[in-house]
């Protein structure tokens, strides 16, 4: 869901601001959006086109440890599934983009390991460490039904994690 909405001000002012604006100073927008709809009484949706440019020098390109936060809307994102009791086939939905998530971020980590610190990058590998196997309980809920051959890349990232390092190590090669 992209970012270019109108929203009633008073919704902005119930959701947009304080704790839920400002959470991990990196992609609060991720999580506010998908807020503000849930919170909407009304959706109009008019012929305007979204483009994207993506820019290989981009700051969300480059790996940093505020880019930790994106597990922390993807947590976030689960926690909304189960306020608004939005249902079984939407949180799958949901924590395959968790898990897909976390293999960006390894594989971002890996292409950055001589751009940051010894220190952050140990830190951050623990980190990831830590969410994949904070994630395996779900794995049977990953489908990867856009990819080819979905079955091996399911088994690839989900079979331990020095298997799914090796994953991630060799799709940073193709990044």
Not at 1 to 28: C, D, I, Q, T
Not at 120 to 147: G, R, S, T
Request: one cysteine or more; a positive charge; proline letters at 1%.
């Amino acid at each position: 869901m992209h970012g270019v909405n109108l929203w009633r001000s008073s919704l902005l002012k119930e959701y947009g601001v304080g704790s839920n604006a400002n959470y991990n100073k990196f992609n609060e927008d991720d999580y506010i959006q998908r807020l503000l709809f849930l919170n909407s009484t009304k959706v109009v949706f008019s012929g305007g086109d979204y483009i994207y440019r993506c820019n290989g020098q981009s700051i969300t390109k480059k790996f940093s440890l505020k880019q930790l936060g994106y597990l922390v809307t993807c947590k976030k994102l689960v926690d909304l599934v189960h306020k608004y009791d939005i249902g079984v086939h939407t949180y799958n939905i949901i924590m395959e983009y968790y898990f897909r998530t976390l293999i960006q971020l390894q594989i971002r980590l890996f292409n950055s390991k001589n751009n940051i610190s010894k220190s952050d990058y140990k830190y951050a590998k623990q980190c990831l460490k830590n969410e994949y196997v904070n994630l395996m309980p779900y794995k049977k809920i990953y489908k990867f039904k856009d990819k080819s051959n979905s079955h091996i890349y399911r088994l690839a990232s989900t079979s331990g994690y020095p298997i799914f390092l090796l994953t991630c190590k060799l799709f940073s090669y193709t990044k």
